[in-house]
């Protein structure tokens, strides 16, 4: 079984490289691919050092800043026009909030599903206790609303820790999903299990980021509000009526 990690950046040279190092450490024949958006930190050249120490590490750089859901996009096609057999590819944050102790259990729930999701919002599941009471009611919120709107029974829609069954990936037109952050999470989980992938939540612990600064802006709540209305009205229209 050959797994592949990727890993979306956009300033995080204070913590990809011991990052990258413990993902390592913990599944040394693993491989990693780091897609950066033109990082003005120089993330992108941390990565490149660290390629001569890790042979499984590759970079994929990008001209400038596109957001969450086309970096993922940009990386999922590059798999899969690859040569090498990747069998999951598996979705994580660059900043710690995914711890990577949960990689080994993630993966061996892969042999009996296509789509693996660490879940805040199951029983055991947690986030940081740094966060504050509205960002916890929001994002609990927001899980809450998608689930209803899009009615499956996920509990933890705005996931950004899951494992993909590469051969499932392959069912779904990727230039389809919504291309940003929260949308684009529950975009994609959308598409899979609409192709019945066989879905399973496990819980971890959300950490807040180590370093740096949080990704989250109004335009991208915005979009995430609208988005599972987009999402169910293109399937009405897409029904067949006769």
Do not use: C
């Amino acid at each position: 079984m050959t797994n592949i990690i990727i890993i979306p950046t956009y300033n995080e040279k204070d913590s990809i490289e011991l990052l990258i190092k413990t993902i390592f450490n913990l599944i040394p024949d693993i491989y990693i691919m780091v897609v950066d958006d033109n990082s003005p930190d120089g993330t992108a050249k941390i990565i490149e050092k660290l390629k001569t120490q890790y042979p499984n590490l590759s970079l994929l750089k990008r001209a400038a800043k596109q957001g969450l859901g086309k970096a993922y996009v940009a990386g999922f096609k590059k798999i899969m026009e690859s040569r090498q057999n990747f069998e999951n590819i598996i979705m994580m944050d660059g900043d710690f909030s995914h711890n990577p102790k949960y990689l080994p259990e993630m993966i061996k729930l892969s042999k009996n599903h296509d789509l693996v999701i660490g879940s805040r919002y199951i029983h055991g599941g947690s986030v940081a206790k740094e966060w504050e009471f509205w960002r916890k009611l929001l994002s609990y919120g927001a899980n809450i609303y998608v689930q209803i709107i899009l009615g499956f029974k996920i509990k933890d829609w705005t996931a950004g820790f899951n494992l993909i069954k590469t051969s499932i990936l392959k069912k779904i037109n990727l230039d389809l999903l919504l291309p940003r952050g929260y949308a684009f999470q529950f975009s994609f989980k959308h598409h899979l299990l609409k192709n019945n992938a066989r879905a399973i939540e496990f819980p971890i612990h959300f950490e807040e980021r180590v370093k740096g600064k949080s990704k989250m802006s109004s335009s991208i709540i915005t979009e995430a509000v609208f988005a599972p209305w987009k999402i169910l009205f293109s399937e009405i229209k897409d029904f067949p009526t006769n």
